[in-house]
Structures are given as C-alpha cells and as structure tokens.
C-alpha cells in the first residue's frame, strides 16, 4: 500500500506559476511510474502529466505542454509538476496516483490517488 500526499496548491493570477508536490509513504513507489490527473468542478478527471520510474520519460496533455513539467526525486519519495504561464482554465484539483501499467494518459491504470490539492488562476 502506497499513501499519496498532495500539497503546493493556492491561488495565483494568469501567467504566475505554482508547484506541485506529490509525496510517498508506505511501500516504495521506486519503480513505478507516476502521475498527475486534474479535475474541474462539473468535469471529468483529466490527465496532465506523467513520468515513468527512472525519470528519463516524460508524457504531458496537449493542453499544458510547454507550460508545465513534471519530475520525481526518489530519494525523497516525492513527484513534482512545475505550473508555469497559468490559465484560469488551469483551475481544478490536482491528484496524483501511481501507474501500474499500460496508457500513461488513461486514469483506469493508476491506483493510490491522493486527495488532491486545488489549484485556482483567476483571470
């Protein structure tokens, strides 16, 4: 068993930045991918980033490609996502979860979520 810890959401203007931290306690999470989904009120849960265990791979949504970068740092046992040039349509909760296998972007393969942390970018 895995336990996911979001924390780094806030409140920020368009164009300002945030960074989002996704740490791991229990059993290890060395050696599976991560990543990071985001849901709007009233929408479906949405994929954002991911990173496969090593760190070499990196997969983004269309939508925040460029914008947004994702990392892990396994000594710490933590994810990151790096939020930079934010849109309010950029505004959601953000869940982390751990990757089994298969489609990166595909919420159905990840297991552990976490509770999630909001993130809001006004206008």
């Known amino acids: 068993q895995v336990q996911l810890v979001e924390s780094g959401g806030g409140l920020v203007q368009a164009g300002g930045s945030l960074r989002l931290s996704c740490a791991a306690s229990g059993r290890t999470f060395s050696g599976y991918g991560m990543g990071w989904f985001r849901q709007a009120p009233g929408k479906e849960r949405d994929f954002v980033a991911a990173?496969?265990?090593?760190?070499?791979?990196?997969y983004y949504a269309y939508s925040v490609k460029g914008r947004f970068t994702i990392s892990r740092d396994n000594a710490k046992h933590t994810v990151y996502l790096q939020m930079n040039s934010l849109k309010p349509e950029d505004t959601a909760v953000y869940y982390c979860a751990v990757h089994m296998s298969g489609d990166y972007s595909d919420h159905r393969v990840y297991r552990f979520w976490g509770k999630g942390t909001q993130g809001n970018v006004s206008a």
């Open positions: 990173i496969n265990w090593t760190g070499g791979n990196t």
